[in-house]
């Protein structure tokens, strides 16, 4: 039975605590964040202890396991005080909005430290399988990967002051989709637009992206991102090579289908955002971390993942600004 | 190049002159019909003679097939007609609204009379498939089939005053369906309903019917229809078996797909009505019958399919006043 | 916080203790069931009491709900003995097999007694919005319902003989879905076949049936059944009116399609049984049963849907070995 | 009655002399090939006069209109010849593969030439659907278009020799497409890729390609493309705007799903090339053809769209060959 500290006590704090209910192998015992109210509210329904004291929740000698799911901002400095501590970290994505703080961070930890990064759309059962079945050979050689991803309403312009922008806060899930299945990308070519709101010229932000990506095996990718759907949360992914085509397409909060005088096989719109459409797949993320630190094996998505990821972010955001293609080694 | 004669010159009857362009070894000669202008623009279409004279028409020496297209009144006599003559027949269904006359007919003529009768829809691409994947096995025993068949709109009393009613003018069509798959049905069990129209009350017929029915081997089979579906002509079929089940959906306009803020993945409404719907049908049907003509083999569906269905459509009607399951061998 | 004993501790037992994980609003403290390690083993997840004395644990004073998930042989003593004890109850379905023994409980118990019957299907999140945009007309008149419902694998001849039968222990579920639209079936036509496992004709059910179910408003309904679906455990529904058309289809494990060489949007098998497909269907039951406990109404479906269920069960029964319509009202 | 004369008797020929019979309005009346068998072949089937002499038959005062069928390198002087001959030509696409004898011909033509380029997915009635319900603005402001076209296999390096390569064989489409959607792209920004066929390196041609597309209005388009596809022809649209997404989805042979053991709603592959998928667009295309001759009004697609989407062409082999994103207007 892992015993894990959770630090931060925020939405998907929250997710996580409902997760831990299915593990068996796994028991939270600290929630810890500087706002007590929150931390007690997730405390009340799981019998974790609340704490305003993050450092001490991690360096708490029965606590084998930390789950970071503070703000960005103190991803870094967390993650080495677990791993310093010698303890296994789950953080959320992304490890930081800087590049040089996380390659940094990347270098001087350990190489078996045990840390894995919150890209929780690798978990998601429909991904995941798609991933699965290219690795059993399914498709032969993968040639083509498409991710669309579309949020259904746009984050306000004081959120995006601090996210890092659309290729840090958004495109860095597809770009870890990317890699799911094209680990090593060697050449990135975006270009972004302002369609929805004027505010984000200002902030020298996007509100819609489109990224070309290169692999070194020579397939390619596309990432086709904007800031709202107005039809809900639009996320589907085609994996496509030399024997087939594998898909996963949007989901339905039911699957019932009208027909009318106007129109016939109508659904709803999709589920509306990512505690809905995700919310198996963060509970699949817990589980792989748990079952990976008790049988064994390298941690995935690992730290390096989260800096790739990060790397590709800052690449797109060159091209889409220079109008040039990027190789990613240079940045 | 076999040369025909056809005999009727209204809707369905353009739809076959149609037909004609796209088979190479058939010709049409002589399109007759009482009503000349009628037969006068199917003519000057196809480059086939116009005339007045059905039974000259079949009689014509030149003419070695009939395409029989007539109202339903003169089917029994034109097929004796032709059969008399040596030629071969495609008669629309039904072979009469009288079982007794259809019965007489399928006793009288010599057993290897070259009739095949048009239920078009044994030849649709989609039902047809089905069939033959069924025929190769790849269900294995079949156990149930699903048919159901809405019409978009409602006919008008006057139309089913003279049609024989729901079971010999539309369902019917899915008699042969089942029969298509389920050829020996022993048990017929029917529910009908009045919801849409009461002046059909007077005459004694239903808007909408259920029927059940049970084949020699122990499969049962289900018809479900109305004679008004608002988003369109509803022709689906299923059909279960131990490996698996086959399929044949509605069919669309387009290939188009609308997203709004209320709504997803809607269609347009179906094909509207059965000109539209089996267009490809009709053309599929002329030519089996043309290549059987050429190429020998038994014609299908046969006169004794056409005297079977309108058998089961009598049954239906018993069973639906009765109250009681109605064995087709006692009707 | 209302407070719930639980009586059974099976496998429903446990899907409904998961549920109580969702619910602030109540608590289960007492599991009873005669086999202690099944009542300890779904205590010690939950905080609940263990009991082996169901009787105990309804009478018990801080019990104010019962939940029944007893064998189906008990539920009629243990409904009379919470209702005597004036505890609200929530019971799976059926009554009992006996519809004369659920008619009597039916009549005797106080017109007020909070009595649900667990169709846990009404409460599935894809029927329950077909249901609740019916009501609000989106269809206009109602005019026909068709359940298709077949299990992915047969039962064993053994459960066939507890469980009443297949008109019983699967078709009920159907009747009461059909009843959940059209409250008041008047007529009913059944026919069954066996076509998998000739086991069941010894015993004179049935491994298919067909049913067709007339409603005082006009309105018609089938049901269709099997015992084995390869493909999965297939549920669906397709309510059909004046206006268009709702259905809900089946539910798949993921949102993933195949192509390949030789086939398009394949998809993976449907979920397999009913714990998986209406997992989400059992939260819900609770959550409405909860609701009416604390917020008023009637509770729904009553005792006497269960009672009208297994009179349909009935009815249908008599049907198929008769081979005539059967008044409802008759049995 | 339009009297036509078609130069070139090839397989596209083929079709478009089919579409005739469809179209009350015209009449072929000469086709033109210097393979005179070809020809005669397609003369058999209409009624036409076969002739070897495409100028002879261009400026046959009978003939009113000209659909230019023949190879790519005829098809400037062709057009001008027909132009100088005032008759109305239909060309099929590409006007050149040299971008500068297009424009030559683009400014040496009368403004009120009436030339119309045989785009003919524009016809299709998906893609014509998607592009009326835009233009009425059912989606708002449009911001992004998703182009996914891919052959069913490869064509021969052979082809590729002369063919001009992929991005004007076959992108050219696409780019059509988008512009049918945003004629005034500004910017752009191609990669390609070999994975399927080496011999393509030598000619330094691309089998895979990945095109974003900026518009002067600020919405981008993206263009995937693969030389092959082993599920069919894979083309799709999706069109995304401020209110919502239309898609045009691919397009089934039948409507029939297949269930077994191993999967679920499996359907067949795709249509299998251009002239199966597109057989209803050709004789769209001719028809509008022919309505716009009779009812006036401008030619669409134009020349100059024509031109357009050959520059369009040129600047993504610039952009892919360069690793720039390429200004339009500089080519």
């Known amino acids: 039975m892992t015993k894990f500290a959770m630090i931060g006590a925020g939405r998907i704090a929250a997710t996580h605590a409902r997760s831990f209910q299915d593990i068996d192998e796994a028991e939270l015992i600290i929630v810890a964040?500087?706002?007590?109210?929150?931390?007690?509210?997730i405390a009340a329904k799981?019998?974790?202890?609340?704490?305003?004291?993050?450092l001490g929740a991690i360096r708490n000698p029965d606590v084998e396991a930390v789950l970071i799911c503070s703000p960005t901002a103190t991803h870094v400095d967390l993650i080495r005080a677990?791993?310093?501590a010698g303890k296994a970290v789950l953080c959320e994505k992304p490890v930081d909005l800087d590049l040089g703080l996380a390659s940094q961070l990347e270098a001087s930890v350990p190489k078996d430290a045990r840390v894995m990064m919150g890209f929780n759309r690798r978990f998601d059962p429909s991904f995941a399988q798609v991933n699965a079945r290219v690795q059993k050979g399914e498709l032969g050689k993968?040639?083509?990967v498409v991710v669309i991803s579309r949020d259904p309403a746009p984050q306000s312009p004081e959120y995006v002051k601090t996210s890092g922008g659309i290729f840090k806060d958004m495109t860095i899930h597809d770009f870890d989709m990317v890699r799911f299945f094209l680990p090593d990308i060697v050449e990135v070519e975006a270009m972004g637009q302002n369609v929805i709101d004027p505010a984000l010229i200002e902030l020298e932000d996007f509100d819609g992206v489109m990224v070309t990506l290169r692999s070194a095996s020579g397939a390619m990718a596309t990432i086709i991102n904007s800031r709202r759907a107005v039809f809900g949360y639009d996320q589907r992914l085609e994996v496509f090579g030399e024997r087939g085509m594998l898909q996963a397409h949007n989901q339905l909060p039911t699957s019932v289908r009208?027909?009318?005088?106007?129109?016939a096989e109508q659904t709803e719109t999709y589920l509306h955002f990512f505690l809905q459409r995700y919310r198996e797949a963060y509970a699949c993320e817990l589980k792989a971390f748990v079952d990976t630190l008790n049988g064994g094996g390298s941690f995935s998505p690992s730290l390096s993942d989260g800096v790739a990821a990060l790397r590709l972010a800052v690449a797109a955001m060159q091209s889409a600004r220079s109008g040039r293609r990027v190789e990613v080694a240079s940045v």
């Open 258 to 263: 009208s027909y009318g005088a106007d129109h």
């Open 33 to 41: 964040d500087p706002f007590a109210e929150a931390a007690q509210r």
């Open 82 to 84: 677990a791993v310093d």
């Open 142 to 144: 993968l040639e083509q």
């Open 46 to 54: 799981t019998g974790a202890k609340a704490s305003s004291d993050a």
